[in-house]
């Protein structure tokens, strides 16, 4: 009709159904416990976040031994999501996985979980698989970002980009879903996008837009670096489990597709690393 007003979301991903590989390196996960865990995730992305984010997907589990960095990754899939036991593991750790995903898919957006990093955190890995299966599905490049209120005391004036990372400022909330523990994630509310006093998050927890969860944080783009903002302070172990995955976490992610860019395009933040 004409006149009608523009509906359409100004944040998120576009609608439709993404076909995810989840790849089990672990030797401690067993298949029927993996399976469980995938299945419930997608029960999950297609119940509670498809309805609020527009994006639901298939995800399919795969037990793969990386040795010889070689195996069948379906066409159709369209991201894949590594999960082992230890970061420095010399054949299913963090660099051969990467360079397993580089020689073979290479371009698909790709997430890691890690035991040892989950250990770290005091969380359960279902709950890390949850977090990156949703930040895959809403932010799959890595280059989103939505305007909102510089931090007070940041120094800086008017709005600036925010990441747009679903789960980041929720991390420490969970529910279950068939038993398996998965995390809470905000909604479109959280980055301004929707009726005032909409729910910011799933679980309907007390959050206002683009504020932070105790156990969760949330970045913005000062036009130099990325800054972080913590809803509680770092513990040792926190701190070390951030830098077991800086050199290969979405920031650094981020910074290799943002860097070739102009950082002046619209819904770019200029890349940086997290403080």
Do not use: K
Request: with cysteine; net charge negative.
């Amino acid at each position: 009709m004409s006149g009608a007003p523009d509906l359409a979301p100004r944040v998120g991903p576009p609608p439709g159904v993404v076909s995810v590989l989840v790849v089990n390196v672990s030797t401690t996960i067993d298949d029927d416990t993996f399976d469980r865990a995938v299945a419930a995730v997608e029960a999950q992305v297609n119940t509670d976040f498809q309805p609020v984010w527009g994006v639901g997907a298939s995800l399919a589990a795969r037990r793969l031994d990386l040795g010889g960095l070689r195996a069948n990754v379906d066409g159709g899939t369209q991201a894949i999501l590594y999960v082992g036991d230890h970061t420095s593991d010399p054949t299913a750790g963090i660099s051969s996985v990467f360079g397993y995903h580089d020689r073979t898919r290479s371009g698909l957006p790709y997430a890691f979980v890690y035991l040892d990093v989950c250990t770290l955190r005091g969380e359960p890995w279902t709950c890390a698989l949850s977090h990156e299966v949703l930040e895959l599905l809403a932010d799959p490049d890595t280059t989103s970002t939505a305007p909102g209120p510089a931090p007070e005391g940041s120094g800086l004036e008017g709005d600036v980009p925010f990441s747009l990372e679903v789960c980041d400022p929720t991390q420490g909330d969970r529910y279950e879903i068939d038993g398996v523990p998965v995390v809470n994630f905000v909604t479109r509310a959280y980055f301004g996008d929707g009726p005032v006093g909409a729910a910011t998050n799933f679980l309907e927890l007390d959050l206002p837009p683009f504020g932070v969860r105790p156990g969760g944080y949330t970045q913005y783009d000062d036009g130099a670096t990325m800054q972080r903002i913590d809803g509680s302070p770092l513990d040792a172990a926190m701190q070390q489990a951030q830098m077991l995955m800086a050199e290969h976490r979405r920031n650094a992610r981020r910074e290799a597709i943002l860097r070739p860019l102009d950082p002046s395009l619209p819904g770019l933040g200029a890349p940086g690393r997290t403080r």
